[in-house]
């Protein structure tokens, strides 16, 4: 992951004012509170 930098903090406030803009083939998932990939269970078990 060479493209990662430090936020400025107006970005941080973005962040988490909202829902954060994860890479490609991932999604917010909000119980977790972190980027997942696609097709994972968010903070959910399913059989």
């Known amino acids: 992951m060479k493209n ?3 936020l ?3 970005e941080l406030k973005t962040v988490q004012g ?3 803009m994860c890479l ?3 999604f917010w ?3 977790e509170r972190k980027c997942i990939p696609v097709g994972s269970p968010c ?4 059989d």
């Open 24 to 26: 490609a083939g991932y």
């Open 29 to 31: 998932c909000s119980l």
């Open 8 to 10: 400025s903090k107006r």
């Open 4 to 6: 990662l930098r430090k």
């Open 43 to 46: 903070g959910l078990i399913i």
């Open 18 to 20: 909202g829902i954060p």
